[in-house]
Structure formats: structure tokens, C-alpha cells
């Protein structure tokens, strides 16, 4: 455990820049989540053309995000972190010259799919040093203040200033500026972070040992049935977030400059998008405390799964019945707000489904994560020009529909009250086989 003395109950201070780190290179990312769909349409290219770029880079922000726990682990999180980095920058600026610049499809496919490697490699890997660095009784704690840290940077800056920005300066000048945001957030990680706690022993590992190690994180996907209804809970959780990201812009503002859409601007779809993940920066929070209370399994299964069907309905439903209304337009988003965040208690599900593979675990969750990010667009991209926005929208709440299911389905052991009292009294973690089935 790092000696020094923590603030705010966890947060030793090179933590805490380390969360002012995760912001601002999240910013960074995020400022092209509202309109790069659109700007890709824009410079000529089809839906389907821009769909595909969206999901060749979620499928490559899935395969970091599975490696990025168990590689942090056996090249130590500050290096994972500094590679993320260094990929994302590289790749940001080959994808700005050689794609955008020259309107070469085939150069934006390639280097915006392999600069997906490297948020994911960099955000994961600093999960990992949180966990190396907190007390254990304040993990689920931490996670909820890094997850408020993402939203603030990925969603309320980095979705609310191009809302200001584009209009005066481009899309084109935008993206250039991301890059900025996010030299800044690395450069404060890496400077900041270099004397946080890591565990040696698995980065001395031999080359077989850490293959073994990769290896582990996927194996458990197949030997618990658990663990891969979990999975494929947590890649539903987010689906439809990344999939709006794609399709409402086609929606709201137009999919081409002869199609106006429902009227809106891109602006007040940027302000929709910001309001949304704004919401989540509380909402992470409120979850996470409210988990323990209501039972993990049912928070995630009446607010995340059906209430995300009614949140998603709403998306189109609203829009359609009042048009260009951005106050009528901003419910929608306020709903998903509060839906999406509230399988926060995924994590403690999944590591507790896998007790004593808990690494592994957490690489699975990863994984899932990323390939939400794949899932979304490629729905956006195939089912759009055959079913339109609504059966896109259709699918995503069929999806939480499919994902209520399987939550009667998965048996996890959720710790009881009496449990955690005794945990957080005498520091005697509970047996898994001493805690209660809650379903």
C-alpha cells in the first residue's frame, strides 16, 4: 500500500493529479464524439462509409481494452499508460494528414482504427494503479470518482466546447485541437504518476509466464457461464451510447447538406450529447452508493435495462412528436443519464463472480466495454440504410430488453449488510462461500 498519507479519504495527491490527467486527455477524445460522423458525410463520403470508420476503430478499442488490464500488470501501468499516449498522438496526426487532409478514406480507416488502441490502453491502465494505490475498502469508491473524472472530460468538456469552437474556427481546426488536450493530459500523467505504487513481481515475469498471464483473460469468459452473461450485460450497458453518438447527428441535424434532418443545428446536438454525460458525472456517484442498497443485480436489471428501453424510445419518440425542440430534446438525454450509469455495479459483479481471478476478471470487463464501442456504430451502419433511424433505435432496446433477461439468468454473491459492517469494522474480508445470493 503507498505510505503516503491519503486526502479526501483515498486520494493521495499523485492520484489526484492523475484523475486531472484522465479529464483532460478525455477531453481531448471526446471532442470529436458529436460531429465526426457528420463531418466524415460532410467532406463526401456515404453513411455507411463513416459507420465503418466509427466501427473499425470500436473494434480496435475492444482488443485494447482487453489487453490493457494484464499488459498495465506485466509492463507496469505508468508504461501501459505512456504507450497509450504515445500511440494516440502518432496516430491523430497521421489520420489529420494523410486521411482528412487528402480525403483518403482508406488512410482515415487505418489510422483512426489503430489510434483506438490507445485511449483505452491509457485510461485502463490507470484503473490499474488506482487499485495498487487505494485501500480496498475505497475501491468501489475510487471507481466512482474516475468514472466522474471521464465524464467530466469525455462528456462535459469534451462534448461541450466544439458545441463554441466549430462555428468559429472548423471541424477540421477542432480536431487539431483535441491533440492538444491531450499532450497536456499525458504529459501530467506521466510527470505525476512515475513513483505511484505497481507490483514488480508480474512485470518480471518471463515472456512465457506474461503470454500465460494474457491468456487468463480470456479463458474464464468460457469456463463461467456467469462471467459471459456478465460480459454480454456490460457490452449492452454502453451499446446504444456509442451508437447514438453515431446515428443522432443523421437524425437530429441531417445525414447530408441537402437533408436538414429534424432541423437542429450541429451545435445544439453538441449541447444535447453534453447535457447527457454531464448528468453521468452525479449519476456514476449516486449508482455506485445506491448499488449496495437495492441489490446490484436489480439496480442493474429495473433502472439500467428497462429503464435504458424507455430512455432509448425516448431518443426518437420525442423529437419526432415535438421536432425541433432542444428543450423538449434535452429529456431524452437526462433519462439516459441517469439509466446508463446505473450498471456501475458491474465491476464488483464481475470481480466478485471471479474471486480469486479478480485481474482477470476486470479484463473481461474491459473487453466489453470495448466492444460496445464496436457494437454501436456497426448497428448505426447496418441497420440504418435498410430499417432508418428508428429501427436502430429499435434494436439498441431490444438489446436492454435481451439484457433484463439475462439478469434473472446470472447467480452472483452480492456481500450482505451485516458482512460489510464486519468488513469495514475489523478489515476481515467475507468468504465467498459466507456471502448471499442476491438476484
Known sequence: M???????????????????????????????????????????????????????YGLMVALSAWCSGVVAEIITPQKAMFAGFAIWVAMHIFFMIFGLTYHNYWMMVIFYGIRGLGYPLFLYSFVVLVIYNVDKLQISNAMGWFWAAYSVGFGVIGGFLPGFINPVIGEYNTLWMSLGWVIVGGLIAL??????????????????????????????????????????????????????????????????????????????????????????????????????????LRQVRWVGCIGGVFACFSFYYIPITYGHNIWMAMIPAILFGITVASFMPMTAIF????????????????????LSNFLGPAIATTAVPFLGVGGAIGIYMGLYVFAALLTLLIKVKQPSKEERVKFQENGTEPEYDQIILEN
Not at 25 to 51: H, P, R, V
Open 191 to 296: 510527470i505525476t504518476l512515475h513513483n505511484a505504487r505497481t507490483n514488480k513481481e508480474k512485470a518480471n515475469l518471463t515472456f512465457k509466464e506474461k503470454t500465460a498471464e494474457l491468456g487468463q483473460a480470456i479463458t474464464i469468459l468460457f469456463r463461467n457461464k456467469n462471467i459471459f452473461m456478465a460480459a454480454l450485460v456490460r457490452i449492452i450497458n454502453t451499446t446504444p451510447l456509442f451508437g447514438f453518438a453515431v446515428v443522432m447527428p443523421w437524425f437530429l441535424v441531417g445525414k447530408t447538406s441537402q437533408d436538414h434532418g429534424l432541423g437542429f443545428s450541429k451545435t445544439e446536438w453538441q449541447n444535447i450529447w453534453t447535457l447527457f454525460l454531464f448528468v453521468t458525472i452525479f449519476t456514476n456517484i449516486l449508482w455506485g452508493i445506491l448499488a449496495d442498497y437495492i441489490g446490484w
Open 351 to 370: 470481480t466478485t463472480l471471479e474471486p480469486h481471478h479478480k485481474g482477470a476478471a476486470i479484463s473481461i470487463y474491459n473487453l466489453s466495454a470495448g
Open 2 to 56: 503507498n505510505t503516503e498519507k491519503p486526502l479526501f479519504g483515498f486520494m493521495t495527491v499523485p492520484l489526484i493529479w492523475g484523475y486531472i490527467a484522465i479529464a483532460i486527455f478525455m477531453a481531448g477524445d471526446g471532442f470529436e464524439a458529436a460531429f465526426l460522423s457528420k463531418y466524415i458525410t460532410d467532406i463526401g463520403f456515404s453513411e455507411a462509409q463513416s459507420g465503418f470508420v466509427f466501427t473499425v
